[in-house]
């Protein structure tokens, strides 16, 4: 309840703030990616063009470019820009993402990393970001769309879990070493102050899926990551998670604070790990294919979100899991 009474606090003080873009189209599919190894085939592409996503999100590790100097980083972005395919979805389809530590900067790198600004421009040109657009203003890349009309909204909300990251408050009681201040009053403003019908939490690291040993990821903030959900429960938005990092594909969910919530991730889409570790949480079994994730959403008579999530594969687009879903 201390969270909650925070939260509220919070909200009655932030200026009433839209989503940082808008658009009066509804959104109806979208499809997500991660864990992209530009050195492999990048003809793909088309495959997911076949299924006209309106939009297409990258959830981190769009290239893998640990510890390259900047000018190589910029050329490994420009491999996956100059692919035929890839310049073809571009072209049809909206392009958005947020990073991992793989393009950021190295395994498991934060805000300490010191060339970030320098990474932050090249991802922003590379997903082609306006001039103008808030990201090149404000520190990281987080950021919000909005779509629809009001009654059946949806916002898609894309976190930065590098640029603030304080890896050194792993395992501590910390309320934003992992989105860090700044990201957290936005985050609350956007979930509680300006709410969507329906929400899509974009975050690379696995959000919900709570695991011993993976400190890389929410689970090394346990406090940050039950902030989220006692959050999210008190929004009055139905809120979707999709994520990336792992190299293989699930479905997770868990209840918290009266609700029920969905975490869709969808990672590998040029190679997989041989093994998954054990997630409680998991729905189903873990996919070790490669993999890309479709999400379709219908609304019942009542306004009702109705979520499809499916992971595909990326050579011919066959389903290797499908599932439908009502988030509250
Ligand atoms: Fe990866």
């Not at 571009?90 to 300490?112: I, K, L, P, R």
């Not at 594909?249 to 969905?262: M, N, P, R, S, Y």
């Not at 729905?283 to 490669?290: E, G, H, I, P, S």
């Amino acid at each position: 309840m201390k969270f909650i009474l925070s939260f509220l606090f919070l909200a009655s003080v932030q200026v009433a703030t839209a989503a940082d873009d808008r658009s009066s189209q509804s959104l109806d599919r979208l499809a997500f990616g991660s864990c992209n190894l530009q050195l492999l085939s990048q003809n793909y592409y088309g495959t997911i063009q076949k299924f006209s996503p309106q939009a297409w999100i990258w959830a981190g590790d769009a290239v893998y470019t640990d510890h390259f100097p900047m000018f190589m980083r910029k050329l490994a972005f420009q491999k996956v820009k100059k692919s035929k395919s890839y310049r073809s979805l571009m072209a049809s389809t909206e392009v958005m993402g947020t990073w991992d530590d793989h393009e950021y900067a190295a395994n498991n790198q934060g805000g300490e990393y010191k060339h970030k600004n320098k990474t932050k421009k090249l991802y922003l040109d590379f997903i082609g970001v306006p001039a103008g657009d808030i990201r090149w203003s404000r520190d990281g890349i987080y950021w919000s769309k909005t779509y629809g009309p009001a009654d059946q909204s949806v916002k898609i909300i894309l976190l930065d879990t590098r640029y603030f990251r304080d890896k050194k408050q792993i395992g501590k009681k910390s309320q934003d070493g992992f989105l860090g201040r700044d990201q957290w009053d936005w985050l609350v403003s956007e979930l509680l102050v300006d709410p969507a019908k329906l929400t899509f939490v974009v975050s690379s690291s696995q959000l919900i899926s709570n695991q011993e040993g993976q400190d890389d990821s929410w689970s090394g903030y346990p406090e940050e990551r039950l902030r989220f959900l006692d959050l999210a429960a008190v929004s009055q938005s139905h809120i979707v998670i999709l994520s990336g990092d792992r190299h293989y594909a699930e479905l997770a969910k868990i209840d918290h604070g009266g609700k029920t919530f969905w975490e869709f991730t969808a990672s590998g889409m040029t190679h997989t790990d041989k093994k998954a570790p054990e997630n409680p949480l998991r729905v189903d079994f873990a996919l070790r294919k490669r993999n890309f994730g479709l999400v379709d959403v219908q609304w019942d008579a009542q306004n009702r979100p109705q979520v499809t999530v499916s992971a595909k594969s990326p050579k011919d687009g066959k389903d290797w899991f499908k599932r439908s879903f009502q988030p509250n």
